[in-house]
């Protein structure tokens, strides 16, 4: 996800894994940092979405961190329309 508030850019990368209760903080970065996580993304056919509430909300976590409960649902629903376009492709 990547979100851009004024001149701030942040990037936020997810995984979810099965066997593990909830997705997880994969890395994170602003500005350049942001940049270069977009780009290793778009070079390793990784979706992007837009989404700038939940970055901003998931840039309050460190790297590992589970995402918190109250965003479960939104996040449940990106990851199905990014199954649905792999599963489509």
Known sequence: MK?????DI??????YLRSLP???IV???RNRLA?????IAEENGVEIIKRDDLAERLYEFDEGDYIPEELYE?????LSFVYNL???A
Do not use: H, W, Y
């Open 86 to 88: 792999q599963k489509e």
């Open 3 to 7: 979100s851009g508030s004024g001149n």
């Open 10 to 15: 942040k990037a936020v990368v997810l995984k």
């Open 74 to 78: 939104v996040t449940a629903q990106i």
């Open 27 to 29: 890395c994170k970065g």
């Open 22 to 24: 909830a997705p997880f």
């Open 35 to 39: 940049d270069r996580i977009k780009e």
